[in-house]
């Protein structure tokens, strides 16, 4: 597999900064020769048909008309970061609310190789945005973290391993970017409910990644009396991880998930970029 086409949302609202997402995106575009998609939200169109009749029309347009604009400002600076790195894009304003821009995304990124989106802060329509990039796009979803600075690198890569049917989707989805790493880690962190003889050995996928002409090491830790996302962050500070691959899990089949334990933790408190797939 390569990548040669990302797809990223645009921060729409003009008294934020843009999410590290978008320029991590486009760094990541540079560095594979891909194309990237930027797409913005106008919230405007989003007010229900309740509140619209106790407001004024006139007071409705413009509220869609700032909207509409701080879209388009968003996407001229993204269309300008893009051109000053090199990089082919496209963008494209969707006029909707947050749920069904969430949906939205998805569907486009069903069409890319990868989508890049950002950590959830405390906005829950971001949180919406990577479970439906998660479940409902087929694809992988590189989550880039709030505190992240500066372009991608892929010189250290983690890989979490649980031996599950999703952290294998993870791997070989990662695959184009782990291809770029100089080390690479399958961690297997054991706790009571994943001990060692239910459990694909890390070793074996290491010894997989290897044929793919990988420099790859296995470690396992103990996660018996602390959270496994805490085992594993701590790791990734050691070790200064560049990208974390893993499968990401649910609770629930219906829209909005309870993310599983160590998908959470990690969303919650991730220090480094996460290509997660399901």
């Not at 239910?198 to 070793?203: N, R």
Request: proline fraction near 6%; glycine fraction near 8%.
């Amino acid at each position: 597999p390569m990548i040669v086409d990302l797809i990223v949302p645009v921060q729409p609202e003009s008294n934020r900064p843009p999410w590290p997402a978008e320029g991590y995106a486009i760094s990541l575009a540079s560095l594979f020769g891909a194309h990237v998609t930027g797409i913005v939200p106008s919230y405007g169109h989003a007010i229900s048909g309740m509140v619209r009749a106790e407001i004024p029309a006139e007071l409705i347009e413009e509220i869609q008309r700032r909207s509409d604009e701080a879209g388009r400002t968003a996407l001229t600076a993204f269309q300008k970061r893009a051109s000053d790195a090199g990089v082919m894009h496209q963008d494209l304003a969707l006029r909707c609310g947050p749920a069904e821009f969430a949906d939205a995304f998805a569907r486009k990124a069903r069409t890319a190789d990868l989508a890049i989106v950002p950590q959830p802060e405390a906005g829950l329509w971001e949180r919406e945005l990577v479970e439906a990039a998660l479940f409902e796009s087929g694809r992988p979803a590189l989550v880039v973290p709030y505190i992240h600075r500066g372009d991608a690198r892929l010189d250290r890569v983690l890989v979490a391993w649980d031996g599950s049917k999703e952290a294998a989707r993870a791997v070989h989805d990662a695959l184009p970017l782990v291809r770029r790493a100089k080390e690479v880690e399958v961690l297997t962190i054991y706790t009571e409910k994943h001990r060692s003889d239910d459990l694909i050995p890390g070793a074996d996928l290491a010894t997989h990644l290897s044929r793919h002409g990988l420099q790859v090491t296995a470690k396992a830790l103990d996660g018996d009396n602390i959270e496994v996302a805490d085992v594993l962050l701590s790791h990734v500070a050691d070790a200064a991880v560049d990208l974390i691959v893993m499968g990401g899990y649910a609770h629930s089949r219906l829209r909005h998930l309870v993310f599983g334990g160590a998908t959470s933790g990690i969303l919650n408190s991730m220090t480094a970029p996460v290509l997660m797939a399901h």
